[in-house]
């Protein structure tokens, strides 16, 4: 008999971490959530490290990366540590978060819409870094880079089939081998609905002359 495939849209058990609401409410700060695809991207930092990249107070990103750990998130590195400089690096190497399985309750939607909330900032952050990068770009980078924007008319279900069709396959890239001239690629994907435009007030009815 054979075996059902995984569901593309499932949890990675070695991959992801599965955020539960304590996790959520740390994620709530997009800085946050920035320090977590670094470390990510980059491999293991200091907060001196991090302070510096991302401009901020060294008390600031101290805080931040006490409030990571103690969510479970990161961890310090006591390989590379020293008496001096304590590093962190990312416990998973993914994030997963289903809206859909979250319970009715109002406190639970919202630490769903404040994790959006925050992940979207982070995100629009880390495409005003992407700016400032964009002209040092080789040419061979430049030669494969994306950008684009399609505007489709789904349905949630339609949606979630659409969800899972692109994880497929992003999840095949994943995994391949690594090779010298890899590095670190960055792919977006939003699927949100518009804002709906306001109505338009309708004109009062003019009085009888």
Do not use: C
């Amino acid at each position: 008999m054979a075996l059902e495939p995984p569901d593309p849209l499932a949890p990675h058990p070695e991959r992801d971490v599965v955020l539960d609401t304590a996790a959520l409410r740390v994620l709530a700060h997009p800085m946050r959530l920035s320090f977590l695809h670094h470390l990510r991207d980059h491999g293991p930092a200091t907060g001196r490290r991090l302070a510096a990249h991302f401009a901020l107070d060294s008390g600031a990103v101290s805080y931040h990366l006490r409030k990571l750990a103690a969510g479970g998130l990161i961890e310090e590195d006591v390989e590379r540590g020293t008496r001096r400089d304590r590093w962190w690096r990312v416990k998973a190497q993914g994030l997963y978060h289903d809206p859909a399985t979250v319970e009715d309750g109002e406190g639970e939607q919202e630490d769903s819409r404040a994790y959006l909330h925050s992940t979207l900032l982070a995100y629009g952050d880390a495409l005003r870094r992407y700016t400032a990068d964009a002209p040092h770009l080789s040419r061979d980078w430049l030669n494969v880079t994306m950008t684009s924007e399609r505007s489709l008319r789904l349905t949630p279900a339609q949606l979630t089939d659409l969800k899972r069709d692109l994880v497929a396959v992003i999840d095949r890239y994943r995994d391949l081998p690594a090779e010298p001239d890899a590095r670190p690629v960055s792919l977006h994907i939003h699927a949100l609905p518009p804002p709906e435009l306001p109505s338009e007030p309708r004109p009062e009815p003019r009085p009888r002359q």
